[in-house]
């Protein structure tokens, strides 16, 4: 099994700052890429950020400049930093990982359950 457990979510006032992370487990054989997505009150789902294994990275234009994705991969472990947070920023934030499980599937996208972030003053 493959299981992804995120971190860091909560409350925060405009401006402020939070650390999001995203632990993988199980029976992981590699990962192509990690990254998060985020699902606002009466929006779509959209990706935040993401980081392949070669290193590139992509970010969605409303949060380039104030989010920062990285990795470590030697813990299958995936951060984002978020500054200068804005009421917009409001959404629950699920992990994705990309990867090849043990079982023999590739390229297979798994997902967190989410953690709320609530930016208000």
């Known amino acids: 099994q493959v299981q992804l457990v995120e971190s860091g979510g909560g409350l925060v006032q405009p401006g402020g700052s939070l650390r999001l992370s995203c632990a993988a487990s199980?029976?992981?054989?590699?990962?192509?890429?990690m990254g998060w997505y985020r699902q606002a009150p009466g929006k779509q789902r959209e990706l935040v950020a993401v980081?392949?294994?070669?290193?590139?990275?992509n970010y969605a234009d409303s949060v380039k400049g104030r989010f920062t994705i990285s990795r470590d991969n030697a813990k299958n472990t995936v951060y984002l930093q978020m500054n200068s947070l804005k009421p917009e920023d409001t959404a629950v934030y699920y992990c994705?990982?990309?990867?090849?499980?043990?079982?023999?599937?590739?390229?297979?996208?798994?997902w967190g359950k989410g953690t709320l972030v609530t930016v208000s003053s």
């Open positions: 199980g029976s992981i054989f590699s990962i192509n890429a």
């Open positions: 994705n990982a990309n990867l090849q499980s043990e079982a023999g599937d590739y390229g297979m996208d798994y």
């Open positions: 980081k392949t294994s070669g290193g590139n990275t």
